[in-house]
């Protein structure tokens, strides 16, 4: 029987294709590389998060994200088909490496181009390195051919070479920008300089630094064995929702037991002083904030302040405390108001308690809120809070502060993360003082705008609201410990650093507003709200930079807010009207931020040069005119708009700003026809929008660039008397905007008022 074996049975062993092996190998190193990418930035964003916990913490939290990410790519693996015909071990280690990006761009959201473009290049580079050395280290006799080798050399260096420009680009710190021309200081000349203190200089009174806290904390010795005094312990619980075991494990204590601490910087000195309570915002709990105002503590204690550091780090964000953020807080930003009312009434205690190193040293008829980021919220709800018998979200905590809170001052605040009822937190009847900077690289928009709108004054009282915001002014620079960089690493890689004011200068600003702000109106020295009318009357004592400012009092009489309606012609004070003459644009609607809206309106006016007269917009006042009382200063809040002035051309793509300042006329007219003109370069020219280009590279941002940020143009009636003494400055019949000076343009108004 004829054998059905081929011949050469058994057969000899065939060897693979070397070209396909070559590949798997090149694919093999490719993945190896990838994976080791992920767990290089894993261990350093693990260890940027919580390397103030200690090491065991930091490797806790990086082996926790390295497992989830793994596990969470196994499980994704299964659709790994959707990627293509990519051999198994790729494509699981691209997926890791994707989900590890995720995590990274949701840091921040606002540079989502820039972190994905970059994260792209890092994966081909890592890529093409580890497939080109995989090549070269397979081990075959037919693979050692001139092509497949000279491929992998190629591929290997195009690799090295991308990760060394994508290396050099992260290291590299940025360049200083060019700064926008700025409109305020074209006329400074004719602006005299206040004749005042620089109160950014220490006072005459010698200052000492004690420290109050539960005297049981065991990561922090000035607020256990070392504290001066001692305090009890709170029940927060009803105002604390997500507080995780973890939590509980680093700090030692749950919810119903917060610790208060305080730093404080007091006067040594015989007599009552002003109380000034200070609370940060959010950053990793276990580096700890509150030691960062220590520049302003210094300050304001040897000018006659007792001022007072909060410690809430138990409150802030924790990639430990927070089990990898999927068990974080929410809206705390509530608790961090109480408790600052919880150490107020410690405070009241002190003041009355023999014995306290505080014994009637205290005016508390005489106190200041100041909060930084999320605590620039903290004290708007402080504010609230202390007016009413019951916490608005649950009547089973009962409040019982009413105590005398004068001035609040706001650092870059948050707005908006804590609503009771439903409603943004309302603010009334106390001096509001806010500073935000350009390059907010955390709080991307003004948000301090809008409790500046909601601030009412009921006419009980003298007091008044300022903002300030300020070119090239980051987030943390306000405070010592934060800096430079608003996120964790490495997002601030992306960040162009150099173009920042220097923390110096940033915090120069800091204490010759907060400390000028703070001797008006906690100390009576009201030469100083002058600075506030105007802040180049400040110059000598501030950093040379931009500043666009607003003020408004309690004198103030609005005659157009544009919220009463949606009636286009009608005014806030009633009886007046408007009117429109020859404008391209006439429409009132909510003003949007870098992110999101407001919470107020303004009137957009556009208009185009090419009309045969140019367009007007009027403020008809009723029969009656003006009171006498209704004061003597014409007062126009108004923003470049950085819009087009054609309706149908309206794009939520914010174009340029404008070159060159925009201008226009402000006429006044009696009832019996005499009118007056002035340029509004009399006071200023209107700042075009400046653009916050915080990232490296402007493409990198998702978010729009810049903002409308409103500014005050103060007109004494007396410029236009001048102009006309036959005018009738009291019985004047109407205000007119006349834009006959800029070609084109588009103005954002929000109020006009006198005061």
């Not at 908006?416 to 509001?432: A, H, S």
């Not at 915090?507 to 702000?517: D, E, G, M, T, Y």
Request: net charge negative.
């Amino acid at each position: 029987m004829p054998s059905s074996l081929p011949e050469d049975f058994p057969p000899t062993r065939q060897t693979s294709s070397p070209p396909s092996s070559v590949r798997s190998a090149t694919w093999r190193g490719a993945a190896s590389a990838v994976l080791a990418a992920f767990l290089l930035i894993v261990a350093l964003t693990g260890y940027f998060l919580s390397r103030h916990g200690g090491t065991s913490i930091w490797l806790a939290v990086a082996a926790s994200v390295m497992g989830l990410v793994t596990a969470a790519a196994g499980l994704v693996f299964g659709l790994g088909i959707l990627l293509g015909k990519l051999p198994r071990l790729f494509r699981f280690a691209l997926l890791v490496f994707l989900l590890c990006a995720a995590v990274l761009v949701s840091l921040s959201l606002a540079l989502l181009p820039g972190a994905a473009a970059v994260l792209a290049v890092i994966l081909a580079g890592a890529g093409l390195v580890g497939g080109g050395v995989g090549g070269l280290l397979y081990r075959h006799p037919e693979a050692t051919s001139r092509k497949p080798r000279l491929v992998g050399v190629v591929q290997t260096c195009g690799g090295i070479l991308i990760l060394a420009l994508v290396g050099a680009f992260l290291a590299w710190p940025g360049s200083p920008a060019e700064p926008p021309i700025n409109a305020a200081a074209q006329n400074l000349a004719q602006i005299p300089v206040l004749a005042l203190p620089n109160p950014a200089e220490s006072g005459p009174y010698p200052v000492a630094l004690l420290t109050y806290g539960s005297g049981e904390d065991r990561l922090r010795p000035e607020y256990g064995a070392q504290a001066a005094v001692l305090t009890p312990r709170v029940d927060g619980s009803l105002l604390l929702e997500g507080w995780s075991d973890l939590r509980t494990a680093y700090w030692g204590f749950s919810p119903a037991e917060l610790p208060l601490n305080g730093r404080v910087w007091y006067p040594q000195a015989e007599g009552r002083f002003p109380l000034v309570i200070a609370v940060h915002g959010n950053h990793p709990m276990e580096e700890y904030s509150e030691s960062g105002y220590d520049y302003l503590g210094q300050l304001l204690a040897s000018r006659g302040f007792i001022f007072v550091a909060l410690d809430e780090n138990f409150l802030n964000i924790s990639a430990w405390g927070d089990a990898l953020f999927f068990s974080p807080l929410k809206e705390e930003s509530d608790a961090r108001g109480w408790l600052v009312l919880e150490h107020l009434r410690q405070w009241r205690a002190w003041n009355e308690q023999a014995g306290s190193p505080f014994y009637r040293r205290v005016d508390l008829n005489r106190i200041a809120l100041m909060g930084h980021s999320r605590g620039g919220e903290a004290i708007v709800v402080a504010a609230a809070f202390n007016r009413l018998a019951y916490y608005p979200d649950n009547a089973a905590l009962a409040f019982d502060y009413g105590f005398n809170i004068r001035s609040l001052i706001a650092l870059a605040p948050a707005d908006g993360q804590y609503q009771p009822c439903g409603l943004r937190t309302p603010l009334q009847d106390v001096n509001y003082l806010v500073l935000h900077g350009t390059h907010d690289m955390d709080v991307l928009t003004m948000m301090g705008a809008a409790p500046f709108e909601r601030l009412e004054f009921s006419g009980q009282g003298d007091f008044y609201k300022a903002s300030v915001y300020i070119y090239g002014a980051n987030h943390g620079q306000f405070n010592s410990v934060w800096g430079q960089k608003d996120m964790a690493e490495p997002i601030p890689r992306l960040y162009n650093l150099r173009q920042l004011l220097p923390q110096s200068d940033q915090q120069r600003i800091a204490r010759v507003l907060v400390s000028a702000f703070l001797a008006d109106t906690l100390q009576g020295e009201n030469a100083y709200r002058r600075l506030f009318q105007d802040l180049r009357g400040g110059r000598n004592w501030l950093p040379d930079t931009i500043y666009l400012n607003q003020y408004q009092d309690s004198q103030t009489r609005t005659l157009a807010d544009f919220s009463e309606d949606i009636d286009l012609t009608t005014t806030t004070l009633r009886g007046g009207r408007f009117a429109g003459l020859n404008l391209t644009r006439w429409n009132e609607q909510m003003v949007r931020g870098k992110w999101g809206e407001f919470g107020f309106k303004a009137v957009y006016l556009g208009w185009h040069g090419g009309s045969s007269s140019p367009a007007s917009f009027t403020l008809y006042l009723p029969e009656e005119g003006l009171a006498a009382g209704d004061g003597r200063v014409l007062s126009f809040s108004l923003a470049d708009a950085a819009e087009s002035p054609h309706q149908d051309e309206k794009s939520s793509e914010r174009p340029l700003p404008a070159a060159t300042p925009l201008e226009l006329t402000i006429e006044v007219f009696d009832d019996r026809g005499n009118a007056a003109r002035l340029p509004l370069s009399r006071y200023a020219l209107l700042q075009p929008q400046i653009q916050g280009v915080f990232a490296k590279a402007a493409f990198m941002h998702a978010t729009p660039l810049s903002e409308p940020i409103f500014q005050t143009f103060d007109f004494p009636l007396e410029w236009f008397g001048e102009v006309n003494p036959a005018l009738d400055l009291n019985s004047l019949a109407g205000i007119r905007l006349i834009f006959d000076q800029t070609a084109d343009g588009v103005i954002a108004l929000n109020r006009i008022s006198v005061r």
